[in-house]
Structures are given as structure tokens and as C-alpha cells.
């Protein structure tokens, strides 16, 4: 079911979702994640993801939302199209993100600040 169209950006509701109004949020070219989209292609992308995520939340009347993007089978990525997820969040909806805490070596910080920072 088709949200939202425009030259560029499609967005649907997820037919297996996570929550009622569970939205995708794609490119209409093919790009496999977030680091093969041009920068203008990205942009109108996040403005269109930000406005299907104020749609939801004012039509759906939701106390939140989540918004994901899996980039490479590693990070959990089913589909090789970058796509965004837009998913309503409500009070005890029984949906549960929970990231496993990991703590840096002494040093380590540091040594990833740098191999990080050349890339900038």
C-alpha cells in the first residue's frame, strides 16, 4: 500500500511489520546501502523519510518512532536496496531494542579516534 510517491522516493507499508504503520521509505533508483546514494539523492531521501515519519506520527497519534536502516547482511539487511524503516511506536507496545554495551580497552578510544578521523 503506496504512502507516498515522487520522482525519486517510494514509500509503503511494511507487509510483515514490527508495528501497525510500519512504513518503508526507498529510493526509486537502485543502490545497495546508504554509502552507494549521491549526496542530492540522499538528501531529498531524508526530507521524504522525515515527512512520512511527521505523517505517521500526527496521523497515527503515536508517542514515537523508531527509525532504522540496515546496511549489508551483517547489520541485519534482507533487502539489497537502501530503504529506511519508519516504525510507530506506542506505549507498551511490547517492542524491545536492546543493544548489548561493550566498553573500550584502555587506549582504544583513542586509536579508533584516529583511524576514523582520516576518513573524514
Known sequence: MKIYENSEILSFLDINPANKGHTL???????????????????MLAKSVKRIAEA?????????????????????????????????RFENDGIEIKWQFRKYNNGEMNSLLEKIRKYI
Do not use: R, W
Open 56 to 88: 505517521i506520527t500526527k496521523g497515527m497519534n503515536v508517542d514515537g518512532f523508531n527509525l532504522l536502516m540496515n546496511n549489508k547482511k551483517i547489520s541485519g539487511q534482507e533487502v539489497p536496496h537502501a530503504h529506511f524503516h519508519v516504525i510507530p
Open 25 to 43: 521509505v526507498v529510493t526509486k533508483k537502485h543502490y545497495e546501502t546508504l554509502l552507494d546514494i549521491p549526496d542530492s539523492e540522499f538528501i
